[in-house]
């Protein structure tokens, strides 16, 4: 159960688009559509941002969207809101356990 | 208003034992898989462990097999972590979770119980 692989941080001016990329194997991302991702601020609990690859749940915003091109799922964030620095995760579903989660990426809005 | 609170945390010494709880309230608890995911100071998510609505299909993380038991009392709607042998690297904020609908996603968090592993 290998962490899926995200980079160590990303960052971006406000206004500005960023993507998050997470990367798997045949055995999660690539072999099932259940990718999700996670905001997580400081000392809170981690929200659902995406599901099931690009579904977005009620009250997410819609600048948030997520996608997948074979083995590496994405999360990408348009309209880059200093509200949106925090922590990101994604988790995959895997054919050898339930799920596992991305080591996480950092984004800072400069 | 769905609502988990996780309580049972703590500081302990290396090879005792712990039982995490959750508490669940605003949904048919029932229905719903359960989860449990990790995560130590400044570190990542860890998901740890998961069971079924009916308590009878449990799975694990390779890291905790054979030292962590999920379980569930339906009738108390009430989520359980019994930790045996106790690592320093088991120390971490252990959560509770549940998705929309089944057990690929979370949606519902608690806040967390912080288990601290030291001697």
């Known amino acids: 159960q290998s962490a899926l692989t995200q980079p160590a941080s990303v960052s971006g001016s406000p206004g500005q688009s960023i993507t998050i990329s997470c990367t798997g194997s045949?055995?999660?991302?690539?072999?099932?559509?259940?990718v999700s991702w996670y905001q997580q601020h400081p000392g809170k609990a981690p929200k659902l941002m995406i599901y099931e690859v690009s579904n977005r749940p009620s009250g997410v915003s819609n600048r948030f969207s997520g996608s997948k091109s074979g083995n590496t799922a994405s999360l990408t964030i348009s309209g880059l809101q200093a509200e949106d620095e925090a922590d990101y995760y994604c988790?995959?579903?895997?054919?050898?356990?339930?799920?596992?989660f991305g080591g996480g990426t950092k984004l800072t809005a400069l | 208003e769905v609502q988990l609170v996780e309580s049972g945390g703590g500081l302990v010494q290396p090879g005792e034992s712990l039982r995490l709880s959750c508490a669940a309230s605003?949904?048919?608890?029932?229905?719903?898989?359960m989860t449990w995911v990790r995560q130590a100071p400044g570190k990542g998510l860890e998901w740890v462990a998961n069971?079924?609505?009916?308590?009878?299909?449990?799975y694990y993380a390779d890291s905790v097999k054979g030292r962590f038991t999920i379980s569930r009392d339906n009738a108390k709607n009430s989520l359980y972590l019994q930790i045996n042998s106790l690592r320093v690297e088991d120390t971490a904020v252990y959560y509770c979770a549940r998705g929309l609908t089944g057990n690929v996603h979370f949606y519902y968090w608690g806040q967390g119980t912080l288990v601290t592993v030291s001697s």
């Open positions: 069971i079924n609505p009916e308590g009878s299909g449990k």
């Open positions: 045949s055995s999660d991302v690539g072999g099932y559509d259940f």
């Open positions: 605003g949904f048919t608890f029932s229905r719903y898989w």
């Open positions: 988790c995959s579903y895997t054919s050898s356990g339930p799920l596992v």
